[in-house]
């Protein structure tokens, strides 16, 4: 016994991991699924739209850098378009032009006219820079072999890290070059007024890697070579995004757009986890998101688990009930058949009994008629015990002969019941017990009743059934007096019959009354009843076409009414 218990225990607790897993498994994977799937899709547009929204910065600071570039280039043409090298060549109109740029723009920090050889003729500003030449520096060739230039950062004669501006007029046989020094550190905070996120950033380097502005995060600095430069991608036109790691194991975002017909080059950078801020905010949610839905379908799968391991431990107990109550419906089967074997055996004692009364009743007659003599009074009682056991064997007679009746095995056979005649006689076979139970019977069978069609043996079976059930309930609750069992019997209608049989006992319960008509539902204690027997009764009305009801308030009394097809 210990062995099957261990076994039995064993084999709940793999069942319980079995569904446990299932329960678990099977609802994660799609949960899973629509999580990754949604989770990826919202990702892929979250980082195209933060690269989308990096690249419209860098193109409109581009712009903005090159049209100022540009606007400055034009301030110098217009003024070797309007002047000539003679209306130029005086200190006082160089000081005049250039007070009328730096009005025009902040940007401009001195202006310088030269001639064809890169003398420095004039020269309006702070430094000393009058009479210097210039023919061997790189601006200067460059301005005239191209007519214009823009320098990138360098030190010169003012040794202080600048740019340049330059353009290229010639009148005649006479070229001159009008030159204009650009302020670092205006272009400086020209170029770092770009702001993204926290730790956004733009520079400029030069086509060598060399910074031509500051970094605000520091770093490189002006005229510093930019070391990662070489291992930036070099895009032709167009804006080129790109994720890299600094020196210090920082990962950045970057943008980079050649500018100065690809001579500088323009870096934006924002720290990745700046730049990707609501990813990783969307990346917390979805795993909280996950994390929740995940203890929510464990919580609801250990839930169901237990409700089915409890369905099932219960559907256990119900089915070794089950057993025994069939158990006990075989041996009720066998007893009701013994019982009809003793009835047809008790039935011939009585027969002979019977027999030898009426012998001896013919006998006495006979002596006290031929002899005249006259009876006196230990005859009388002598007839007076004949008369009594002729009573008794007649009684017997009809107990043993409804046994053989309720008991016989035989086709079900239809036929026309009257409630007058049918019920009487079944409430005479358990009227005996009534009286013993103290439980007064009370009949309202009307003669004019209707009739109706059925099995006269499976209608005892039914009337019976309801009573003895009854008469339980009345003893539980009142013992051996006070009972009240009433049996009516009614026209409900043109063509119904209805049949009520009212108890004071102690009722059914709500949550019972439901199943009282269930198989095997019963509330009586074991080896007192199978649940069977009500269960039963419903199905022998349905077979007559009729319906049977319950109406019941526990500790005042159930109303069993059957309502049935009349018959007129």
């Not at 699924?33 to 600071?61: M, P, Q």
């Not at 670092?184 to 031509?212: C, H, M, P």
Request: proline share 2%; with cysteine; net charge neutral.
């Amino acid at each position: 016994m210990e062995k099957h218990n261990r076994e039995r225990k064993d084999k709940e607790k793999q069942l319980k991991r079995s569904i446990l897993t299932n329960m678990i498994i099977v609802p994660f994977i799609p949960f899973l699924l629509a999580i990754g799937v949604s989770f990826y899709f919202f990702i892929t547009a979250l980082e195209n739209n933060t690269v989308n929204s990096l690249k419209r910065i860098v193109e409109d600071h581009c712009d903005m850098i090159e049209s100022f570039l540009v606007e400055r280039q034009s301030d110098l043409e217009f003024i070797t378009n309007i002047y000539s090298f003679e209306e130029i060549n005086s200190t006082k109109a160089i000081n005049i032009i250039f007070e009328n740029l730096k009005n025009r723009s902040g940007a401009f920090v001195d202006l310088g006219l030269f001639d064809s050889q890169g003398i420095h003729i004039r020269y309006s500003g702070k430094y000393q820079l009058k009479g210097k030449e210039y023919k061997d520096e790189v601006w200067f060739k460059k301005v005239m072999q191209t007519g214009y230039y823009i320098s990138d950062i360098f030190l010169g004669y003012r040794n202080i890290p600048h740019f340049v501006i330059a353009v290229r007029q010639s009148s005649g046989d006479k070229t001159w070059v009008l030159r204009a020094t650009i302020d670092t550190l205006f272009f400086d905070t020209l170029v770092s007024k770009v702001r993204i996120g926290r730790t956004g950033e733009a520079y400029i380097l030069n086509k060598d890697g060399i910074a031509q502005t500051v970094r605000r995060s520091g770093g490189i600095r002006l005229l510093e070579k930019d070391h990662e430069y070489s291992n930036f991608p070099k895009s032709e036109n167009s804006i080129h995004t790109f994720i890299k790691s600094d020196p210090e194991k920082n990962k950045y975002l970057y943008a980079t757009i050649w500018l100065k017909n690809r001579e500088w080059l323009m870096v934006v950078r924002q720290e990745k986890k700046d730049a990707y801020k609501s990813l990783y905010s969307a990346l917390y949610i979805s795993l909280i998101i996950m994390v929740i839905g995940g203890a929510f379908i464990v919580v609801i799968a250990i839930y169901t688990t237990e409700r089915i391991l409890k369905m099932i431990e219960q559907l256990g107990i119900e089915k070794e009930s089950l057993g025994n109550q069939l158990i006990r419906a075989t041996q009720l089967a066998e007893i009701g058949e013994m019982a009809a074997g003793f009835a047809h055996e008790i039935n011939n004692p009585l027969q002979i009994i019977k027999s030898e009364y009426t012998l001896i009743e013919t006998l006495m007659d006979e002596t006290f008629s031929k002899d005249g003599m006259e009876k006196n009074e230990d005859i009388m009682d002598i007839e007076d015990s004949l008369d009594q056991i002729k009573l008794q064997v007649n009684r017997c007679s009809e107990i043993t002969h409804a046994i053989l009746k309720f008991g016989r095995e035989s086709e079900t056979k239809e036929q026309l019941l009257r409630p007058f005649i049918v019920i009487p006689e079944i409430i005479s076979m358990i009227e005996k017990k009534a009286v013993v139970g103290g439980i007064e019977i009370i009949k309202t069978i009307s003669e004019q009743a209707p009739g109706f069609m059925g099995d006269p043996s499976q209608f005892q079976q039914v009337i019976l059934n309801l009573f003895n059930n009854a008469m339980d309930a009345i003893e539980e609750r009142h013992g051996s007096s006070g009972g009240r069992l009433s049996i009516a019997v009614c026209r409900k209608n043109e063509n119904r019959v209805e049949i009520k049989i009212t108890d004071n006992g102690t009722g059914i319960s709500p949550e019972n009354i439901e199943k009282v008509f269930s198989p095997f539902f019963t509330t009586k204690p074991v080896g007192k009843g199978t649940g069977l027997g009500l269960s039963v009764c419903y199905g022998i009305i349905e077979s007559f076409g009729g319906t049977m009801n319950v109406n019941s308030e526990q500790n005042v009394g159930t109303t069993f009414v059957i309502s049935l097809p009349a018959i007129h």
